[in-house]
Structure formats: C-alpha cells, structure tokens
C-alpha cells in the first residue's frame, strides 16, 4: 500500500453543502475500493491564482490516503468525469513528505 495526497478544486457555483457531497463522493471511493484515507481537509472557497473556466474562485479540498497504485487511475477518471470538479492534482507521498504532512497537522492543531 502506498501513500497518497490528491487535492482538487471544486466550482463555485455549487453551494456549500454541494460541495462537501461532492468531496464526500470522493472520499468515499477510496474506501470502496479497499484504500485507507488518513486526512481530509476542508479548504473551503478560495480565490485561484489564475481564472479557470472564467471563474476565480474555487472550493478547495485535501485529503491522505493509502490505497493500491491501480486505483489511482480510477480515481482520475471519476475526477475527469465530474463536472463540478475544475482540476485536481495526486502525489505520490515519500517518506519526508509524510512526516512534513504530520508535523504541518500538529501544527494547525496547535
């Protein structure tokens, strides 16, 4: 099982609880398909640094996961699928990249 990292923009046109049903869509695959998700976190509406389908602004969300690599593709297409997803990015997670992720939540938490 490797580690996982996806973070993607959602448009804003969507409501706020549309939104969440939308990541919670998401979150919910890994799980189907015997992944493990660590974290997730709620941005929420941001401004993007350059316009995206002429808009500006965007939902954002992140979330930690540990799954098989196969299922990364999977999970792209459904991305690519979804209309109210504007661009997402999945990094694979290395060990300093874990231990930065870790030390970044104890921080917020604090």
Not at 53 to 79: P, R
Request: avoid cysteine; glycine fraction near 6%.
């Amino acid at each position: 099982m490797n580690r996982y990292e996806t973070v993607f923009i959602l448009t804003p046109v969507l409501s706020e609880a549309q939104a969440k049903e939308a990541a919670t869509k998401f979150i919910n695959l890994v799980g189907e398909f015997g992944g493990k998700v660590i974290e997730k976190e709620d941005w929420g509406l941001k401004k993007l640094a350059y316009p995206i389908q002429k808009k500006t602004t965007g939902f954002y969300n992140l979330f930690e996961f540990e799954t098989d690599g196969s299922f990364i593709e999977k999970l792209e297409v459904e991305f690519k699928r979804d209309e109210r997803v504007m661009r997402f990015l999945t990094v694979k997670m290395d060990k300093d990249h874990i231990a930065f992720a870790e030390k970044r939540r104890k921080k917020a938490k604090a």
